[in-house]
Every structure is written in C-alpha cells, then in structure tokens.
C-alpha cells in the first residue's frame, strides 16, 4: 500500500510540528511522514561516474568486485561520502543470484549482461536453481553486514534486485534486446515454462532481498528496468502476479522495511506497478510526479525523477530541472529525490554533489 | 483535427448503407468514414524481411537503392503484390533529406544513421542547408511518378518523413542513441540553435512531403519515432511547435491529404501529438486503442497496434494479437490496421500475410 501516513500534513510548520527528533529523511519520507529534509540518492551512484572508483578498479570484471567485500563496500560508501546522500545502495547487480547459482551469465564490459547459452526450454531451467543467499551469496552478507557497522545511523542501506521480468529478459534473451522477442515468444508460445522461470526468479528476488535485510539493509528496491516494453495487458498477465509475490514474499519476512517499485518508461503501466504492493513508486522523468497523484491518489509516495540527460548538461541545466522536480512534488511529504534512471559513466560528480546540496536547502524544514 | 465523419456510424448495418461504391479503404478509415474492410498496411513492410529483397539487392548502402527510382519503386512494389496491403509506402529513409543537402549523414549497415562530424555549433548548420525537393531528390520524385501509375487505385501511396525531433536527434548524437544527452544538452543550453535546427528540419519534412504528394502520393506519416524519450513538459515546449508547423506546412499545400503522427512509447506525449494537427494517430502496442479514445475522444481515429514481436512467435500468436488489436477497436469506422513499430528484419513474411487476411475477412463488411 502507497500512501502517506496522513493527508493534510504539507505545510511546513506542520510538517515541523510532527517530526521525531531522530528521524531518517529516507525512512520518514518513504512512510510518508515529514522529514528534515527531502532525501535523496541515485541510482547507480556508486561505480563508473566517480573518480575514485576508476582509480581504485581494474579492468576486471564488475562481478569480481561485487565478490570481495572490502571492495563493494568501499565502493558503496564513495558516493555516501563525496555527495551526503540520505541512503546508500549496495554495489551489486540485478544478474548476481542467477550468476551465483551457477546459471551462466556474465557482464560483457560496454555490453551488459550475457549468456552462452540463453533460457529456451524446461531442461535450462536446470541451470536456475533456487537460491539461497547464505550458501551462493555469502559476500553479498558479508558485504551489507559491513556496511550496516560503517553508514551512520542517518543513512540507510538499500538492499535491491531485479524483478522477474527483467532478469528474465536477459536469462531469455542471452543479451540485452530491443524487441525483447524471445521473452515474448515464451510468454505467448510457453506460458507454463514462463511461469516457471518467473517463479524461480521471484524466489531469487525474496530470498536475495530478505538476506540482504537479515543483515542490516533498511529498505530495498525492485528494479523492473524494462517492463515498459510491455502492454499493459501483457504485463497484468504475464508480470504483475510475479512481482506481487515477490513484494509480498518480502513483506512475510520482513513486514516493516519500505519497498519501491521501479521501472524505466513505465507510465502506461504504472497503476500496476503499484498494484504489486510496493510502499514507494519510483518515476520516471516521463511521469510528472504530480500526474503520478492525479492518477493514483494524493498520497502516492514516490521516488525521482529528475531526466539523467539533465545533469549531463551541466549545473545550471540540472538545477533548473531540480527545482522543477521540487516544485512538482510540492512540498508533499512521501517524495525521494533520485533521478528517473541510473547515473550516466559519464557524468559529471560535481553536479550531482549541486542537486543534493539543492534539495536539502530547498526542502529544509526551519525548527 | 482528427474526428471520424460522423459519430454512431460503428454498426455494419449502418457501414454498408453509408459506403460510397468506389471507396479506397485507406482513404476512407483515415477520414473515419466507413470502408469495405478495415485497410492493412506495415511499417518497414517493404525492405529486409523479404526473400525477393534479399534477393535483388546486394551489399550496397540502402541509400544507393534509395537513389535508384526503378529499384527503388520495386522495392515498394513487393510487399503491395505479396500481401494485398491497403497501401504503399515508399521506400526510402527519414534522414534521406539530410543526406541530400549533403550534410553528411550515412546509413551504417546493422547500425543506422551515423555523421562523421554532427551538429553541435550554429557553424555546423551551414552544412544544412533548405531542402528543395525537386533539385536535392529528384529520384524520390521520380520514384513517386513511377509508383503513382503502377500501384492500383485502391492502393494509395503514403509519402514520408522524419518529424524535426527524430531527424535532429541523429544529427545531434551522431548515432543512434539511448540517452539522448547531447540533443537534450542542445534543447536547455543552446535553445537558439535548438530552434535553428527544428525550423530547418521542418522545412525539409515539409518539402519533401509536400515533393511527394505533388507527385502522385495520396497520404503521409511524420516518423516522430523517439519523441517518448522526453517528457510531456520539454515536448510541448522543444517539439511540438516544429512539428504543429510541419501538419501545418503540408496541410497549406495539401489541405485534403489525410497526415499520420507515430512515435515509439509516446503514451505519455498522445495528447500532445495530437495537439500537433495530424488526421490520424499512430499507436504503439502500449496504449490500448480504446484506452486512446477515452482520453482524447471517442471519435479518435487510430492507426495500429500490434506488438511486432508477437509476429515473431508465429501465426497462431499473431492471430490472437491481431483478434485483439480488432476487439479493442470495437469496429469503429476510423481505424487502420497496422504494428505498434516497424517490421523486424527475421519476421517470416507468411505471418504477415495471415495477418492481412484476417483483418479483411474479420472487417468485411456484408453488401
């Protein structure tokens, strides 16, 4: 459920008048409640934008580092440290548990995910078993266990993974698509196989969320990257059961930590999206945060959505689309700042240390 | 303004009584007039999905087979004889134009529209000079002229081109892109040269539509095709004038040439496109048509929808798809079937020509 904890609550001196004296912006904002000031963080904060990740990786690839714990979380502390984000996100990829129990997929550097052998038939299946996170993912705790001792109390850790449909996409595919054709050709001419794979795959989501959570993350985020490449028809058939068990799968073990629900170029598909059970909405820029409202109630909480094209053009650029976000959301108290996708390579810190600097002096509450 | 004739003419009764005998199907759906069967055309339907194509073309540029009129017409003359669409569309490229005035675009095989040098600088926009159809692209003209005395009466012709948007986008980027980001860099930082570039691209749409219909073309569609990476806000203020300009542009020329608008993912820009002074709106499969019509009039008139990855699981697949697509339509009278994209280059031709089989033998209507 989506909503804020009251309605009625956005002016400021309200907004004051209610807050705990201990409150973390990110957990306030994601229940709804008011906060010190709006939290932000970004996707894909931590990794090849910063400077002091190049220089402190390799040429490996991306997996090796996620597998050694003092590197993952340094790396996920970076951009805690350079920028003052109100949360941090675990370095890590949505691929991780299908690579972990032996599936046979990898990251290709400048490609992205791909597989030898793509998932077609019930004997590949094989190849995905269930996971469990202690026994195929013990850096993945060791890692969240180090960074819940090292983040200040004020800074919440993210647990994530990637929804059904999206991992599966790239299980399916063998390598990212376009047309997402075989994944749609085993929706329609395979459904039971398509069931399978999204149960196994929903399975590797709770359990890699909930072990994550076990060991210190606060909250966590469902990444559905590509599920706008669905109508809504199919994606109320062939998606939206998936993610609701893996939404509720999570909540069973761990009834208190927020989830957000996100995906790119998803407006069609939003109401959904929310269907699935999720606490926060997270937006594209493509989905003005108060249209988000006007469609699925005033007391939607949601995350975003500044355009990531936006902070490639500089700070004025940036600042100018910040405040317009700001002014979108306004004032509402269940508002995350964060881009509407993850940060490009090749974007320029500098500018994301402005924006944060700008949303938390925009949206200070004065004591 | 894109209104059918009349409203409450959707029963096949009142079809039958209030069709003209000589009516060309394409003509009289985009009017939204009742037709003798719903027309059927594909975008990409001519070009590499089909063996005698494949066969007749060698490795050449597709821009050299676009410069041969003879080649050219029947290349466009194919999918006409093979499948009984209810139009023809030229076969030639959105950054034809471009090309022509010798601003230094190529189409790369297996990439697209690559420019050694893009444009970045007002300097640059020397290199684009105004299109005049007849002195940059005689052998589109004359391609036209041949098609216009070959093809059928009831097969019209559609003329082409890319919306200002699209067409800036691959001059700006200098290749396909998925972020977009020197194109929106342009938009916020250079909005004066962004304007120079969309006056000039509008031109050219203009003209070489206005080529086209002056030779013989019937209909056109604007390719505005990755206008969804933006959101509604920068659309309406960096597209849509350009693109009002261009309905306009062709409709002083051509006043009773009906005018197709289609983007990928536009859900969220519909409105907007329409705003823009097309007769007909193109639809991708992420927006139901009856969806469509809800939220811009029930006397909407709709090119689309199918998923082309549906036509890629077969026959059996497709067919459902397309019974769909029909349903959602609800026999209205302004309706032209077609795909949500264009045709992938690994569809199997049989499949489309189940497809155009039964869209006609469901939408015939009874003397």
């Known amino acids: 459920m989506i909503a804020a904890a009251s309605s009625g609550t956005t002016g400021p001196t309200r907004l004051t008048r209610t807050m705990r004296p201990d409150a973390v912006p990110f957990l306030e904002a994601a229940a709804g409640r008011p906060a010190p000031h709006t939290p932000v963080w970004f996707m894909r904060q931590a990794g090849r934008s910063l400077p002091e990740y190049r220089a402190m990786r390799g040429e490996g690839s991306i997996l090796d580092a996620i597998k050694r714990p003092d590197i993952a979380a340094e790396i996920t502390l970076q951009p805690v440290r350079r920028y003052g984000v109100d949360a941090a996100v675990l370095f890590s990829d ?59 109390v ?113 407006d069609h598909l939003l109401e959904s999206m929310v269907a699935a059970g999720p606490s926060v909405l997270g937006l594209d820029w493509r989905t003005p945060i108060a249209a988000a409202r006007h469609r ?28 317009a976000v700001l002014a979108d959301n306004g004032a509402h108290p269940g508002h995350i700042f964060n881009l509407g996708h993850g940060v490009q390579p090749n974007t320029d810190p500098d500018v994301l240390a402005a924006i944060v600097d700008l949303v938390h002096t925009m949206t200070a509450s004065t004591p």
Chains 1, 2 share one sequence.
């Open 94 to 152: 949505i691929v991780v548990p299908a690579h972990a129990v032996g599936f046979g997929i990898d990251i290709a550097p400048g490609t992205g995910p791909v597989c030898a052998e793509p998932l077609r038939t019930v004997a590949d299946l094989d190849r995905l078993p269930e996971l469990d996170a202690a026994g195929h993912t013990p850096y993945v705790l060791e890692t969240v266990a180090l960074l819940a001792r090292e983040l200040p």
């Open 154 to 266: 004020t800074v919440p850790l993210l647990a994530f993974a990637g929804a059904p449909f999206t991992v599966g996409s790239y299980l399916i595919e063998g390598r990212p698509s376009r047309t997402y054709e075989h994944t749609k050709q085993m929706m329609h001419r395979q459904p039971e196989l398509w069931d399978s794979v999204m149960r196994r795959l929903g399975q590797h989501a709770v359990e890699s969320i909930s072990g994550q959570l076990d060991h210190g993350a606060k909250a966590f985020q469902l990444f559905d990257s590509w599920a706008g490449a669905l109508s809504r028809a199919d994606y109320d058939r062939f998606v939206l059961p998936y993610s609701t068990a893996v939404f509720e799968g999570v909540a069973a073990r761990h009834p208190h930590a927020p989830g957000i629900h996100f995906g790119i170029g998803c």
């Open 296 to 323: 699925m109630g005033s007391d939607l909480i949601v995350q975003g959505n500044l355009d990531p094209a936006l902070v490639l053009a500089g700070t004025e650029v940036a600042s100018a689309g910040t405040r």
